[in-house]
């Protein structure tokens, strides 16, 4: 009997990540470490998920902004596994909104201009959505080198694409010049250099390495904004990690290829 691949999530106790780990887990095929920055949030998971009759699953208490609990989560999985097949890279926060009195109705609401926001905020949105991926990343390479044909899916959002923000002609362009998220739109780009950069780095091994944008789901990152449930935003994650080994690397994904 085929063993079960081995999946780590960042961020999975809830929105994307929780939405993520249930659809791989009625897959059946995959063992899911649900990485939870809170113990209590992990455990209410847990329970969640056991009430839906999975099991095939760990609750792993993983900070990404906290070098020590990342080294403890990859001594726990050391201790437990011979490798890890997939590295999914989802913990991200928006970082702090503030309401703009003045948008008509309709028009966006939640701005972060970046003339004006503090530098302090856009460290905070960088250290979990750029730094705190880079320093998982390299923490789990060691188990992730172990597996016959690993997989690194880093979380992005087309509000990364720096195409889209200055290209007239792409989708959502005026939309786009409506939306001050200045702190998490460069960090999702910075995200991106580093899903390039890392792709270069091992393109002569195994490693599949993309960028996946889920599309504007409703979670808590946006305040249940979104105009699609996860459950549904997540397919396109499901489909890089259920892609066989000759997928495509070092590129960036929602439905179909988004420009950089």
């Known amino acids: 009997m085929e063993s079960k691949k081995t999946v780590m999530i960042t961020g999975a106790n809830q929105g994307i990540g929780f939405a993520t780990a249930k659809k791989l887990l009625q897959l059946g095929h995959y063992h899911v470490y649900i990485g939870s920055r809170n113990q209590e949030n992990g455990e209410n998971a847990k329970k969640d998920l056991e009430k839906l009759g999975f099991s095939d699953f760990d609750i792993v208490q993983i900070d990404v902004t906290d070098k020590n609990t990342i080294t403890s989560t990859v001594e726990k999985l050391e201790g437990t596994i011979t490798h890890l097949d997939i590295l999914i890279n989802n913990a991200g926060i928006s970082g702090a909104l503030r309401i703009n009195k003045s948008a008509a109705e309709g028009e966006p609401f939640m701005e972060q201009?970046?003339?004006?926001?503090?530098?302090k905020e856009v460290?905070?949105?960088?250290?979990?959505?750029?730094f705190g991926a880079i320093e998982v990343t390299q923490s789990f390479l060691?188990?992730?080198q172990k597996a016959p044909s690993p997989k690194i899916?880093?979380?992005?959002?087309?509000?990364?694409?720096?195409t889209n923000h200055t290209d007239p002609e792409a989708p959502y362009y005026e939309h786009m010049k409506g939306i001050?998220?200045?702190?998490?739109?460069?960090?999702?780009?910075a995200l991106n250099a580093f899903t390039v950069m890392l792709a270069a780095q091992l393109q002569d091994t195994s490693f599949q390495i993309n960028s996946v944008s889920p599309g504007f789901a409703a979670t808590n990152l946006n305040n249940y904004s979104g105009t699609q449930?996860?459950?549904e935003a997540v397919d396109s994650i499901i489909e890089f990690v259920t892609m066989g080994d000759?997928?495509?690397?070092?590129?960036?994904?929602e439905k179909e290829e988004i420009a950089w």
């Open 113 to 119: 201009d970046i003339t004006t926001i503090p530098l």
């Open 123 to 130: 460290r905070k949105v960088f250290d979990v959505n750029f």
């Open 142 to 144: 060691p188990l992730l």
């Open 153 to 162: 899916i880093n979380i992005s959002s087309g509000l990364g694409s720096l």
């Open 180 to 189: 001050k998220l200045g702190a998490y739109n460069t960090s999702k780009t």
């Open 229 to 231: 449930n996860p459950s």
């Open 246 to 253: 000759k997928g495509p690397t070092g590129k960036f994904f």
